[in-house]
């Protein structure tokens, strides 16, 4: 993953990283899960995929227009699929931050 931010970085390409800092409870990656974002909405790497991956790929886009960084809670602890096992259980808080 390092050598693909800093090729990121050299060729400029305008992308965040979110990195999973904290978890609590159960859930689908751990503490240290890394992904980057490109500001076309690709790719590399997964802090767990479903719903709460795509809250932290709507909130890196912002990340990347904004140039901010932000810590995002990601509560998989109810919801839609909660009652039928279709989600973890747990928090997860995302640093995303720019690659600039």
């Known amino acids: 993953m390092i050598n693909v931010i800093h090729t990121f970085l050299?060729?400029?390409k305008r992308a965040a990283l979110?990195?999973?800092v904290s978890t609590k409870g159960s859930t689908p990656r751990k503490t240290g899960s890394k992904m980057i974002?490109?500001?076309t909405g690709?790719?590399?790497g997964t802090i767990g995929g479903g719903c709460g991956e795509g809250e932290v790929i709507k909130k890196a886009l912002e990340v990347i227009k904004t140039g901010k960084p932000?810590?995002?809670n990601v509560d998989l602890?109810?919801?839609l699929l909660y009652e039928d096992g279709g989600i973890c259980g747990g928090i997860m808080y995302v640093f995303?931050?720019?690659?600039q």
């Open 18 to 20: 979110a990195t999973i």
């Open 96 to 99: 995303i931050e720019p690659l």
């Open 37 to 39: 974002i490109t500001s």
């Open 70 to 72: 932000v810590t995002h």
């Open 77 to 79: 602890t109810s919801g």
């Open 42 to 44: 690709a790719l590399i």
């Open 10 to 12: 050299q060729i400029k």
